[in-house]
């Protein structure tokens, strides 16, 4: 069993200033985790503290059903992966997968075993007696994954681990390293600061920032309902349009955003009706600003263009409203000139609503 829980924990370098504060988090034996967050958010430090090499301030961790907060690192059959590799420049390929092992004094067939092994499933069993220095970024990065695996721990922690490889290898190894999650079957943790990253590898999301957990869940609930505007701006590229309006009941329930009222559905009256008067975010994904309606509850808006970005297979076009920008990611190619006044149109359906002043989402 690897399951992995952490209770109340808490990691101040300087007292009183928590870069970690009373987390709570329960992963499940063989599941793969993905926290995700803003440079400074925690999450390093959060992997740091499971692995040992951070000293809890409170709290309590437990790996597989023991608390390891007094276990060295060593003893808690945990393996981690980092962003820049950590390969010993004047070792084999071969020799670096194979020195862990050796140190804790494993027999030579057996270490042979591990390797070869290891290797096979990563596709790396060619390179053995090279040096990383003959390495591209992405071998190297299938070492570094080699290393951690030979020695089938519990839990394996990646910290970053594809920072330093370009986009198209990025990529492969996302599929590489979810492809491994699926054969090892082993509890996996991984740190990023990429929301792509994190919605394409991830059972479940932990979603983090100034060392707090704001949101843990699967991908598709992460994205569909956000539990605050943080959660929201933060997961989709390009990110959700957050606009700021006031809700008014004139003929229905509509939300005014400077000198355009967006009219809102008429369901969405009984979830409002104590903003009515009140300020709201109404957010909107770029996917859901289209050019043309396409069925369904859309308002129609008369906006000025900012900027088309052709990207091919899509539009990303960027409105202004009032002092608001709004960006649409729309399948239409526009022809159009910038300056002009386009007809744009809202999805209502998809709408997220949002209270100023706490931040949480107004659920329906």
């Known amino acids: 069993m690897a399951e992995i829980i952490l209770k109340n924990l808490t990691k101040e370098f300087e007292k009183g200033k928590p870069v970690v504060n009373n987390i709570n988090l329960h992963i499940k034996d063989g599941e793969f985790v993905v926290i995700v967050g803003p440079s400074g958010c925690g999450k390093s430090t959060t992997l740091r503290l499971i692995a040992g090499l951070e ?6 961790i437990y790996i597989g059903g023991r608390i390891v907060n007094d276990v060295p690192p060593k003893d808690r059959d945990v393996a981690m992966v980092f962003q820049n590799y950590a390969l010993y420049p004047h070792m084999t390929v071969y020799d670096n997968m194979a020195f862990g092992l050796k140190l804790r004094k494993y027999k030579k067939e057996e270490i042979k075993k591990r390797v070869i092994e290891a290797a096979e499933v990563l596709e790396i069993a060619h390179l053995m007696d090279k040096r990383p220095a003959q390495l591209s970024g992405g071998q190297r990065q299938r070492v570094a994954l080699g290393r951690a695996i030979v020695r089938k721990p519990s839990v394996f922690l990646f910290d970053e681990p594809l920072s330093n490889i370009d986009a198209k290898l990025r990529v492969q190894m996302r599929s590489e390293i979810k492809r491994l999650h699926r054969k090892l079957g082993t509890t996996m943790i991984y740190v990023t600061h990429d929301q792509v990253e994190a919605m394409t590898m991830g059972d479940r999301i932990v979603v983090m920032k100034d060392g707090i957990i ?15 505007i943080f959660v929201a701006g933060f997961i989709g590229s390009p990110s959700m349009n957050l606009l700021r309006g006031r809700v008014v009941n004139s003929t229905g ?3 005014s955003i400077g000198n355009h009222v967006v009219k809102l559905p008429d369901d969405h009256r009984d979830f409002l009706r104590d903003y009515v008067g ?5 957010g909107i994904r ?5 050019l043309k309606p396409y069925g369904g509850k859309w308002c129609e808006l008369s906006l000025p263009v900012e900027l088309v970005e052709p990207m091919g297979s899509e539009t990303i076009l960027y409105f202004s409203l009032g002092k ?20 744009v149109y809202l999805n209502l359906d998809r709408a997220h ?3 100023p002043s706490t931040g949480k989402a107004i659920r329906r």
Not at 278 to 282: A, C, F, N
Not at 324 to 343: H, L, M, N, P
């Open 324 to 343: 608001t920008q709004i960006v649409s990611r729309s399948v239409e190619f526009y022809v159009g000139s910038i300056g002009e006044i386009a007809k």
């Open 278 to 282: 009140k300020e709201v975010i109404l």
């Open 253 to 255: 329930i509509n939300v």
């Open 353 to 355: 609503y949002f209270d």
């Open 55 to 60: 000293e809890a301030t409170s709290g309590e």
């Open 214 to 228: 704001h949101q843990i869940d699967d991908p598709v609930n992460l994205y569909n309902r956000p539990s605050n």
């Open 286 to 290: 770029p996917e859901d600003v289209s």
